[in-house]
């Protein structure tokens, strides 16, 4: 009963650490692409 409570929490934890890991690239890749597209639009308004 133990071992299982203990695998439980176990994949529980590593599950949490892979999502928030796979957000935190998801999001940071969106992000840099919408800037680099900014800064695209922008320079070219300069122009």
Known sequence: ??????????VLIGGSILWYG?????????AGREILELMRTLTERKE
């Not at 009963?1 to 176990?10: D, E, G, P, R």
């Open 22 to 30: 796979f957000l935190v690239l998801y999001i940071g890749l969106k």
């Open 1 to 10: 009963m133990n071992s299982l409570f203990l695998y439980f929490w176990a």
